[in-house]
């Protein structure tokens, strides 16, 4: 190791740290040991100094849910002012929904926090534990800013951008509708791309409290019923990820459809149009099919991804905002997760 810089590296879980049983891969303890022996190179030169901290016991990233991002968030704060930057070891099912969360909860801790995982557990042949690792802990001691990313196979990307494209190859994440932040090929090559917001309110920069909220991603396929939006609603829904065909449409002709979504809105219901399309940008006034949803109080997310969206609600509903001003801030610029799109 070297450098004056030290990184702290929190392993929560995830593939890599992962080791066989009799009913396939399951999340193991001590990483420290793993690393001490599989990873000897984590100690030479140009590998910042890091310090290893373990929750116990690791999980399995399926069993993430929103309170954890609050926790890891909390531990991030708590150890903001002993390290020069964070690397959190998480696993790939779900590390874009608690990356973009991080993104929304760490905008006060003004240090790099770097995301990162493996498709191949350390302990294997191949792993691409090794090289995710180590660009890992060298992004989080050279990055010029403090924002939270996501270091995977190639590419640096920004957090609340990031989705998972693919369950095997090495390069498993990708952010379609921005460019990376730095390609990771045989030296670092940062990029030029618009650079955060400044952060909102004073209050904003402080820890946030979990605090429950039901929100629910639908996605809008031929057929849907109006009564199964009616019984996400009735069960509690306080908020609706809506997944639109492409430019942010709906049947529109289903005016049942449209009748329950304007009902569950203006009984305060957030409900918020993201696109099925892999890239691309929702806006609602191009079709009068997203004309329709727009009318009835469905508000743009514009290129929000579906993780980014749903952490980013879950996140102002923790600030007890009330469900006017969580539609309006889902359509702002917070922490660079999109782009806004001005319909036609």
Known sequence: MSGTKCICVIYTGGTLGMVRSARGYIPAPDLGGLLRTRMPQLRAEGIPRYELVEINPPIDSANVTPEFWYDLAARVCALVPHYDGFVIVHGTDTLAYTASALSFLLAGAAKPVVLTGAQIPLVELR?????????????????ATSEVTVVFGRRLLRANRTIKTDSTALDAFDSPSFSPLADLGSYIQFHDVPKLPPVGPVEWLEPLAYRPSTIVVLPIFPGIHADMVKGVVDAGAQGLILECYGRGTAPDCNEALIHVLGEAIDGGVVAVAVSQCLDGHVALGTYAAGSALAECGVVSGFDLTREAAFAKMHTLFARE?????????????????LTPDPEP
């Open 127 to 143: 792993s691409d534990a090794h090289a995710n690792l180590e660009a890992a802990l060298i992004v989080a001691a050279r990055a």
């Open 321 to 337: 905002l009330g469900s006017r001003e969580i539609a309006e801030k889902m359509q702002q610029n917070l922490r660079g997760e």
